[in-house]
């Protein structure tokens, strides 16, 4: 049996033509790890073109080539020492660097900073380095290249040292190592230079081959984001794969595990392996399927953890450190969506704590919005509950990134969890406070109606059948004289909600829009049946609140594992029927009605 190779993500960051590619492509090139005669290939293409030779080109030229494990693509390359697998993040700029560190599968644990030995300490050396404290990753190392442009001195390899360290030491940065070289020449990239003696330390493969791999994740509490669920499509087979990433800790089969926010519970039935051997349990870093004992619905964006491990939290505020690079200011009062690990909900910046330059580090008060490029302090809210853990607990389950627009516009860590009401819950008070009322009151409208209005929201795992049943519902209330009415969330999204996109993505805008309509209509007067697909318990709370002080009825179709707030009806379509007008009757919707 061969045991797998240690592997290790590298992030290089650092200020535009410091030389980032140049030390790639020297790596490559001085490590053997470039395919036979590819160098010499790429030289004489630039000879035939008469263009200088860059070792930056060799990043290039290697992109389609698949041949002794060096993969490159648009922002990683891969390489092996005798020690270990490497990859390599290339983030040139702001947004790269953030979308890497907070995306699963290219997450460094280390990082190389470099800095131009002849320009010395620019702005985004700065930010970098500010970035790099803030998202936890401890092994940095300092590269000073183009030692060749500034005569090799060690007496300004130095001064660079020092001003750079002057900055870090404000932000409580301590570098393993700093490490003077030219890229461009191989100094110190592999082999040690003899245009350096006075230089003693490591070669930057040497450094690599240092850098300790995180030990201790998977000794942490289990954590695994919900990708996808794939479902078995054979004749009566209802198992469904659950597929994600081991972000922490460790999970095996017949551990009972719970899915946040929804708190949902139940066994691990299977570990599958994608194109790999089955196997009884699996730890942190690895993409797996599992399959569960009992049948719980869950959604993706959930937070898998494991019964007995210390929980993560589940809340609807947190505060947090955020470094934004959005082209619009983050502002209150606007919508933008918080992406952790898979889950994506609605985020509302509630207040700024302060704001600091991250390049001059100035601290800026009493500003209310959060420009491009500054690094901030606040506390947040999301529209609904969301799970993750303070970044001093679990770092990977305490990073995010914000979106604005569809664009990647800020990122940064937890802090803590806050205790703030739900957004909806102060909307509804300020929106009932403030309606105007005509001067009929509800009161007779229940007479005048023989009714209570209510939201009766039908929903199941099947579209055409939660809606047969509303129709019909609608249908037969309308014969007895009812005043009632059938909104399909379908006919929402080419009218009121035309404005918003239709998938996943903006379901609880739709949701929240319907909550709105459905407060008019009860208002008036009226029964208002709606439907939707899959509704979630955190949905339920959403409308309920709402609709106040009018009431939903829940009905959910052939679906007992779907929520917990609600009536499951099953059986024929005319039992389901059957069932939902006993219900009106119990819950004295329709005032008259016997039977
Ligand atoms: P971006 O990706 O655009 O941010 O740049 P980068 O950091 O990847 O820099 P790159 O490697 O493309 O190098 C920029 C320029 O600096 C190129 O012209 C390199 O040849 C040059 N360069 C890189 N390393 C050295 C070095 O050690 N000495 C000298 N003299 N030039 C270097
Ligand atoms: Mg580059």
């Not at 035939?48 to 080109?57: G, R």
């Not at 290697?62 to 390599?88: N, V, W």
């Not at 460094?108 to 990753?137: F, K």
């Not at 898998?304 to 209150?332: L, Q």
């Amino acid at each position: 049996m061969t045991t797998k190779k240690e592997q290790m993500s590298v992030v290089i960051v650092g200020h535009v033509d410091h030389g980032k590619s140049t030390i790639i492509g020297r790596l490559l090139a001085d490590t053997g790890t470039l395919p036979e005669g590819k160098l010499a290939q790429v030289k004489s293409q630039c000879e035939k073109n008469s263009k200088p030779f860059e070792y930056a080109f060799l990043l290039d030229a290697l992109k389609d080539e698949q041949s002794q494990g060096i993969t490159i693509d648009a922002a990683r390359c891969f390489f092996k020492t005798t020690m270990r697998d490497y990859i390599i993040i290339d983030a040139p700029g702001h947004v790269e660097f953030l979308k890497n560190m907070v995306t699963g599968a290219s997450r460094a644990e280390a990082a190389l900073l470099v800095i131009d030995a002849h320009e010395g300490v620019q702005e985004n050396s700065r930010r970098h380095g500010y970035l790099l404290s803030m998202l936890g990753i401890k092994q940095i190392a300092v590269l000073v290249n183009k030692m060749d442009m500034v005569s090799y001195s060690e007496e300004h390899f130095h001064s660079v040292r020092e001003k750079y360290q002057e900055f870090l030491d404000q932000i409580k940065v301590k570098p393993l190592h700093y490490i003077p070289l030219s890229a461009r020449n191989g100094d110190n990239i592999v082999s040690f230079s003899p245009n350096m003696p006075w230089y003693k330390g490591l070669s930057v493969l040497g450094l690599l081959d240092n850098f300790e791999k995180e030990k201790e994740r998977d000794s942490k509490p289990f954590r695994m984001f919900v990708q996808d669920i794939y479902k078995f499509t054979e004749m009566g087979d209802d198992r469904r794969i659950i597929a994600g990433t081991v972000e922490t800790g460790t999970v095996s089969e017949g551990d009972e595990v719970i899915f946040l926010p929804s708190g949902k519970r139940t066994t691990v039935r299977s570990i599958e392996g994608f194109n790999a051997m089955p196997r009884s349990s699996v730890a942190a870093g690895y993409a797996t399927g599992l399959t569960l004992a009992g049948q719980v619905y869950v959604k993706p964006g959930e937070l898998m953890c494991k019964n007995g491990d210390d929980a993560p939290k589940v809340s609807s505020s947190f505060r947090a450190n955020i470094f934004w690079v959005g082209k619009n200011p983050m502002v209150k009062n606007r919508k933008y969506k918080l992406k952790i690990g898979t889950a994506k909900v609605a985020l509302f910046l509630d207040s700024i704590i302060n704001i600091i330059d991250a390049s001059s580090l100035a601290t800026e008060e009493s500003k209310d919005h959060i420009d491009r490029h500054d690094v901030a302090e606040c506390v947040f809210r999301t529209l609904k509950p969301v799970a993750f853990d303070a970044i001093g607990e679990i770092e990977t389950t305490g990073r995010f990134v914000i979106v604005d627009d569809y664009e990647i516009s800020g990122g940064g860590i937890i802090l803590h969890s806050e205790e703030k009401e739900s957004i909806i819950r102060e909307h509804v008070q300020k929106r009932n406070f403030a309606w105007v009322r005509g001067s009929i009151n509800p009161i007779d409208r229940v007479s005048r109606f023989n009714q209570h209005p209510k939201l009766i929201m039908i929903t199941g795992r099947e579209t055409d059948h939660i809606q047969n049943t509303a129709a019909r519902l609608e249908e037969d209330l309308f014969a007895s004289g009812r005043n009632v009415y059938y909104l399909g969330v379908a006919n929402l999204a080419v009218g009121i909600d035309s404005d918003i996109r239709h998938d996943f993505e903006d379901r609880e805008e739709h949701i929240r829009r319907l909550g709105e309509l459905a407060h008019l209509f009860t208002d008036a007067g009226v029964i208002l049946i709606a439907t939707i697909r899959d509704l979630d318990d955190n949905e339920c709370e959403m409308l309920d609140l709402l609709i106040k002080p009018y009431e939903m009825i829940v009905i959910a179709q052939e679906s007992a594992d779907l929520i917990a707030a609600h009536t499951v009806v099953t059986g024929s379509d005319a039992e389901i029927y059957e069932k939902i007008k006993r219900l009106l009757y119990e819950k004295e919707v329709l005032i008259d009605y016997c039977i």
